[in-house]
């Protein structure tokens, strides 16, 4: 599999636009807590049955890094918050029909200006679908050293917001970076 693959699956980008910009008013973006380790940057769709804040749950990472295990499983955050948009709710129900998979964790995820992640792999490939972004936004994919001279290699790719599904090989070497200006926004969706 390509890291990046577009598939042949597209939305109406202003709908997607539009329900994200609905819930803003009444769930706005959480604030860094540093001390619960809840990042700022994600806004969880789906959560677990009897999760304390539905919109926080399916933040981070399910490898609890200290106790050497999985905290829970893709498929334990099933249920879908109820002020999530028709629109957006249609385009995971036939995502999942399409792909012939169950979905997991789905979440927006908001890299603000001259913001970026460590560098890390997934247990799954994700989907992405980008609701807004600029042309200095990047997935950088399979940092390696090479070579005597332990040369850095990584390649850069942009995802337009063109209303296009990308399915994005998470298992190998990534991160992102926003170089830009505005905002990059994606639906991020991994696979139960």
Not at 5 to 26: G, I, S
Not at 124 to 145: C, K, M, Q
Request: charged share 30%; with cysteine; hydrophobic share 30%.
């Amino acid at each position: 599999m390509n890291f990046i693959t577009k598939l042949d699956f597209t939305v109406d980008l202003e709908k997607m636009r539009e329900d994200l910009d609905d819930l803003l008013v009444h769930r706005p973006w959480p604030e860094e807590d540093f001390v619960r380790k809840f990042p700022g940057n994600q806004l969880g769709i789906s959560y677990r049955k009897g999760a304390q804040d539905p919109w926080l749950d399916a933040q981070g990472n399910l490898w609890d890094n200290e106790k050497k295990c999985f905290v829970s499983e893709e498929s334990d955050f099933s249920e879908i918050n109820s002020l999530v948009g028709d629109y957006t709710k249609s385009v995971l129900k036939r995502l999942e029909e399409v792909e012939n998979t169950k979905l997991g964790r789905i979440r927006y995820m908001k890299a603000d200006s001259k913001r970026g992640l460590s560098v890390h792999k997934d247990f799954d490939v994700r989907y992405h679908f980008v609701l807004y972004t600029n042309p200095y936004s990047y997935f950088i994919e399979d940092f390696a050293r090479t070579g005597k001279t332990e040369e850095i290699v990584g390649n850069c790719y942009h995802l337009p917001a063109d209303g296009y599904c990308y399915k994005v090989d998470t298992t190998r070497n990534h991160t992102i970076y926003n170089g830009g200006w505005e905002p990059r926004i994606h639906l991020v969706i991994c696979k139960a």
